[in-house]
Structures are given as C-alpha cells and as structure tokens.
C-alpha cells in the first residue's frame, strides 16, 4: 500500500489499484469516465488497464 499522497499517477501504470483514492482519480480522468463507472468495469473485467479500456469502449 501506498502512503505517499505526493503520488498522482499509479504505482503500475497496467493494473488499476481501487483502494487508492489518487488512482481512482487518474483512471477516471484518463478514461473520461465517472467512478461508478470504472467501478463497474473492473468488476466486469479485473484490474487490467487495457482490459477495463477495452470495456469501456464498448459501453
């Protein structure tokens, strides 16, 4: 887990970590989305970065 709330890009740029508020917050400006929507990709899908962009576009 990450402590340092300096960071505001992810730790792995290919998984998208949801228990980390800055992440949830740079995934959901990268993919133009709301949270609840990221939220339900990752649920679809699982934390992989192009996975959920993939999903995301068919939605």
Same mark, same amino acid.
């Given at each position: 887990?990450?402590?340092?709330? #300096?960071?505001?890009?992810?730790?792995?740029?290919?998984? %998208?970590?949801?228990? &980390?508020?800055?992440? *949830?917050?740079?995934?959901?400006?990268?993919?133009?989305? #709301?949270? #609840?929507?990221?939220? &339900?990709? *990752?649920?679809? *899908?699982? #934390?992989?970065?192009?996975? *959920?962009? &993939?999903?995301?576009?068919? %939605?």
């Amino acid at each position: 887990m990450n402590d340092d709330k #300096t960071k505001r890009h992810p730790l792995d740029g290919k998984r %998208i970590d949801l228990n &980390q508020p800055y992440e *949830v917050k740079f995934w959901c400006e990268e993919f133009h989305v #709301t949270e #609840t929507k990221l939220r &339900q990709a *990752v649920s679809e *899908v699982g #934390t992989s970065a192009y996975n *959920v962009w &993939q999903f995301l576009l068919k %939605i």
